[in-house]
């Protein structure tokens, strides 16, 4: 069992920045690669990005690309997400995903995760 806990989420002007961050209690970290995936009112859920357990591959979707980046650190079981040049579509609630992988080079933005934290929200005025 992973346990996955967000934190960085609020209140943010539109063009501004968040990191958010994703502690995860599993001491195998290692043998998931990882995502963030969001849910706006009203709206599908999203998978924004998504990182290989190397850490050497990455997927972005087509609304996020350019803008948000996804990074982890191994050695401290942690999840980020770097948001840049935010906008009122980019409101919703984003959860950190992880997902069981043999290969350390494989990602992926449509398989859906084994684990999910509680969320954390993020708010873009305008």
């Known amino acids: 069992q992973v346990q996955l806990r967000e934190s960085g989420g609020g209140l943010v002007q539109t063009g501004g920045s968040l990191r958010l961050s994703c502690e995860a209690s599993?001491?195998?970290?290692?043998?998931?690669?990882m995502g963030w995936i969001r849910q706006a009112p009203g709206k599908d859920r999203e998978y924004v990005a998504a990182?290989?357990?190397?850490?050497?591959?990455?997927r972005y979707s087509d609304s996020v690309k350019g803008r948000f980046t996804i990074s982890r650190n191994n050695a401290n079981n942690m999840l980020y997400l770097q948001m840049n040049r935010l906008n009122a579509e980019d409101t919703a609630v984003y959860y950190c995903?992880?997902?069981?992988?043999?290969?350390?080079?494989?990602?992926?933005?449509?398989?859906?995760?084994?684990?999910w934290g509680q969320g954390t929200q993020v708010t873009v005025s305008s």
């Open positions: 990182i290989s357990i190397r850490g050497d591959f990455r």
């Open positions: 599993e001491g195998t970290f290692r043998n998931y690669f």
């Open positions: 995903a992880a997902r069981a992988a043999d290969n350390i080079h494989y990602v992926s933005v449509k398989d859906a995760p084994d684990y």
